[in-house]
């Protein structure tokens, strides 16, 4: 176990599964102690669980980002229990695949699914933001890290309000970034493309995952620790000059020709 968040606290949503649960995993590891915050409580528990048995300090929360006393009551449970908050981050958003599967058309969008996008993705956000970060200041600073998406940068075929939703993090990251920093408090976003989730696993074919992989430059499918391996760092005093940074985490889907993929097919043939 290394040491660089020794003496941190943080909190984590949606760390019941998944990349959050990665993230506070990698954490703990670095020595912080981690509030996991999820409205599936029996998954962060079972994370709690298993970080307190390996020697770490942990404390599962039950949270629902939709609800603004929800908020309230994790930020209070975390003070009661830890004294103070060093780290957040924003990883929660609504991906059930029931919701993700009728986020396709915006000329057949019900704005219901629009609306939960933005309740949970964005509005979410800012609600964890606007309750932890005075007790950031008041312990002299933080690291704020919001998790968007690739998506978010990038015209698709499906899954507009998702995308719209973590566009608007991108701007509330940097909105945060010019607020806070002169409370030493820093404000970075990290995008992941393709992670192979439960959820990408049910609403996409096998077919459509390699199509998609064919973009990546590295010649491996992402993992959630990927993601948990720049948030430790943006966690850190190693980043303590970075803020207001928008960073893709997808080996580089995002960044390169859109004849990419046919380019090297062609070029293999």
């Not at 459509?208 to 992989?213: A, L, S, T, W």
């Not at 993601?227 to 390169?256: K, N, P």
Request: hydrophobic residues 50%.
């Amino acid at each position: 176990m290394s040491n660089e968040l020794n003496g941190k606290v943080a909190i984590v949503t949606g760390s019941g599964a998944n990349i959050g649960e990665a993230c506070a995993r990698m954490l703990a590891e670095a020595g912080a102690s981690v509030v996991l915050a999820d409205i599936n409580i029996a998954g962060a528990q079972r994370v709690a669980a298993d970080i307190e048995a390996k020697g770490g300090g942990a404390m599962a929360h039950a949270l629902d980002l939709a609800e603004e006393d929800s908020i309230r009551a994790l930020i209070a449970a975390t003070i009661a229990r830890f004294g103070k908050i060093d780290v957040l981050h924003n990883n929660a958003a609504d991906t059930r695949p029931e919701l993700m599967a009728a986020d396709a058309s915006l000329l057949e969008m019900d704005v219901a699914v629009w609306d939960r996008m933005f309740q949970i993705n964005t509005r979410g956000t800012m609600l964890m933001i606007k309750h932890a970060a005075p007790h950031m200041i008041a312990n002299g600073g933080g690291s704020i890290i919001n998790t968007g998406s690739g998506v978010a940068v990038l015209g698709d075929l499906f899954n507009p309000a998702y995308s719209t939703s973590k566009g608007a993090v991108n701007t509330l990251t940097r909105n945060t970034a010019a607020q806070l920093g002169h409370k030493n408090i820093r404000c970075n976003a990290v995008l992941p493309g393709l992670v192979l989730s439960p959820t990408a696993r049910e609403i996409m074919t096998e077919g459509q995952i390699d199509m998609v992989q064919r973009h990546v430059l590295l010649p491996r499918r992402s993992v959630p620790e990927d993601i948990a391996g720049a948030v430790r760092f943006l966690a850190s005093d190693a980043a303590s000059f970075i803020t207001g940074q928008i960073i893709s985490v997808d080996g580089g889907i995002v960044h390169h020709t859109p004849y990419y993929a046919d380019m090297m097919a062609a070029m293999a043939g």
